[in-house]
């Protein structure tokens, strides 16, 4: 299994320019969460998904949105990038919070918006 | 309102030394709780979890967690810290399926 995967692991955009991360698992998961990391302040949560097919906003959905393609796939989309949106992005995925073991992040994309 | 709390931005540890990083919360009700690792230049691992029963938790890497809920805390610790440790580590609640993260403690262990 590859676990969760993101792409791309870097970008640099321009302010204005619009871009989508991309996150898949093979791990059969039904809930996906996209978070941001910055100095300081932890992982915050910006999208997630319970399901395939339904998706809700976390604590800093502004400036993005999401599609939940299907069960394997949750992308993030910036419309319009800002520099305050310059951080790390994490995916993640999770089975069961009870009986799992936690969520499963991928590796993170690095976004610079000059 | 629910939160996480990490009072310590850094811990430093003689290596060898016993560590402890400190995690309080705020939910009403019974919570869950995680502790997830994150390595330079790594994305993050879970380390372990609190869900019910036993107060102490045994997790990977021999760390270890105690839930005291009188004193709302979920402090993490490991007996005898290794240079490897060396990491930032985060405290995680979950309500109702969205999981609440702590702001990170750096935790630095000197050779």
């Known amino acids: 299994n590859a676990g969760v995967t993101q792409t791309p692991k870097f970008q640099v955009l321009k302010t204005g320019q619009s871009m989508t991360l991309q996150c898949a698992q093979d791990?059969?998961?039904?809930?996906m969460y996209w978070y941001r990391q910055d100095p300081g302040m932890g992982l915050r949560l910006i999208y997630y998904s319970a399901s395939e097919g339904t998706t809700d906003k976390g604590e800093v959905p502004n400036g993005y949105n999401v599609s939940r393609l299907n069960k394997r796939e949750f992308s993030l989309r910036l419309e319009s990038a800002a520099p305050s949106q310059t951080s790390v992005y994490f995916c993640?995925?999770?089975?069961?919070?009870?009986?799992?073991?936690?969520?499963?992040f991928g590796p993170g994309t690095r976004l610079l918006v000059l | 309102a629910q939160s996480v709390a990490q009072p310590e931005d850094q811990v430093n540890v003689a290596e060898g030394n016993p560590l402890t990083v400190k995690c309080t919360y705020s939910?009403?009700?019974?919570?869950?709780l995680f502790w997830y690792v994150q390595y330079p230049n790594r994305g993050l691992q879970f380390l372990l979890k609190?869900?019910?029963?036993d107060n102490l938790v045994k997790g990977s890497y021999g760390f270890e967690a105690e839930f005291n809920k009188s004193q709302t805390s979920f402090h993490l610790k490991k007996p005898s810290a290794l240079v490897s440790d060396s990491a930032l580590y985060f405290c995680?609640?979950?309500?109702?399926?969205?999981?609440?993260w702590g702001a990170g403690t750096k935790l630095i262990i000197k050779p």
């Open positions: 609190y869900i019910t029963g």
């Open positions: 939910v009403s009700g019974n919570p869950y």
């Open positions: 993640a995925s999770l089975n069961d919070v009870t009986g799992g073991e936690g969520q499963y």
């Open positions: 995680v609640m979950d309500s109702n399926y969205q999981l609440i």
């Open positions: 791990m059969n998961h039904n809930s």
